[in-house]
T-cell receptor, first 109, second 115 residues
């Protein structure tokens, strides 16, 4: 069974700092990896999707990379802002769908 | 597009009662997913449909749970009878699956409390 792990579980950084969130998965037979953000009491908002044939995707200040062979993905957030505070989840799609437990990010003004 | 629509947003019921959660996917999407989120277990996939047909219901916890998708624009998740341990946030998501490409879009969720 696929296992998806996100480390750290929580992260607190000062505004303006660049940061990296990590996602690892045990089965490299995936079709896609998707990054989401979830604000407290809200649904999930899709940030980026990387197909298995791709190495990275970029959207604004966000950059996600994928290394299937090592079972890792990273989400890079440049010049963090207090509005980036949320929980970030990664999800892998293969024959089934698995979510990580998330990283709770706090950006301190 | 209004995005994925779920109703109700909050539901409080008593143990033993029937609960029906509703979902309207994004128009044109061909796949629909039901998830449950709890602090203890995180996000779990319950069932997903492709072209209105259930593809994988292995995540449905037990026979008390059932899901239907009578047409491309509507799905229900029913719990009968409900139990306190069913208390969670239930999310519906939809996607336009093309080959291996599957970007899911989530609704706002239904927060269910079973007393």
């Amino acid at each position: 069974k696929q296992e998806v792990t996100q480390i750290p579980a929580a992260l607190s950084v000062p505004e303006g700092e660049n940061l990296v969130l990590n996602c690892s998965f045990t089965d490299s037979a995936i079709y896609n990896l998707q990054w989401f953000r979830q604000d407290p009491g809200k649904g999930l908002t899709s940030l980026l999707l990387i197909q298995s044939s791709q190495r990275e995707q970029t959207s604004g200040r966000l950059n996600a990379s994928l290394d299937k062979s090592s079972g890792r993905s990273t989400l890079y957030i440049a010049a963090s802002q207090p509005g980036d505070s949320a929980t970030y989840l990664c999800a892998v799609t293969g024959n089934q769908f698995y979510f990580g437990t998330g990283t709770s990010l706090t950006v301190i003004p | 597009d209004a995005g994925v629509i779920q109703s109700p947003r909050h539901e409080v019921t008593e143990m033993g009662q029937e609960v029906t959660l509703r979902c309207k996917p994004i128009s044109g999407h061909n796949s629909l997913f039901w998830y449950r989120q709890t602090m203890m277990r995180g996000l779990e996939l319950l069932i997903y449909f492709n072209n209105n047909v259930p593809i994988d219901d292995s995540g449905m916890p037990e026979d008390r749970f059932s899901a239907k998708m009578p047409n491309a624009s509507f799905s229900t998740l029913k719990i009968q009878p409900s139990e306190p341990r069913d208390s969670a946030v239930y999310f519906c998501a939809s996607s336009l699956v093309q080959g291996s490409y599957n970007e899911q879009f989530f609704g706002p969720g239904t927060r269910l409390t079973v007393l």
